[in-house]
């Protein structure tokens, strides 16, 4: 009997792409050592890779706010309030 996950997996899959996204934005801030946003990007957003996460907090340190990552609303509140807990300051915003 044939299943139907392919084609369910699927049609998530287009609906996510369809939500709005949000932009989380991570801000300098004269507090928290480099070391610590570093590991605590890493630890919040599994997908960044070390470097990524170092430019993201260079970004920061010298622009004064940096991107962190694009997602949907929910994903993007559950972000920034886990980096948040981390003593960092972020914040989200529409794309």
């Known amino acids: 009997m044939p ?3 392919p084609a ?3 049609n998530i899959e287009e609906r996510l792409r ?5 932009h989380v934005l991570l801000h300098n801030d004269e507090f928290n050592d480099m070391e610590h946003v ?3 990007l890493l630890y919040t957003i599994m997908s ?17 706010i940096a ?3 694009s997602c949907p609303r929910e994903t993007a509140e559950f972000y920034a309030q886990t980096l948040n807990e981390f003593g960092l300051t ?3 915003e529409p794309e």
């Not at 369809?18 to 949000?22: A, D, E, K, T």
């Open 67 to 69: 991107h962190v990552i």
């Open 90 to 92: 972020s914040t989200i």
């Open 38 to 40: 570093v590991r605590s």
């Open 3 to 5: 299943t139907q996950q």
């Open 18 to 22: 369809m939500l709005p996204r949000y």
């Open 48 to 64: 960044l890779t070390i470097n990524q996460a170092v430019a993201i907090m260079l970004e920061a340190h010298n622009s004064g």
């Open 8 to 10: 369910i997996e699927t």
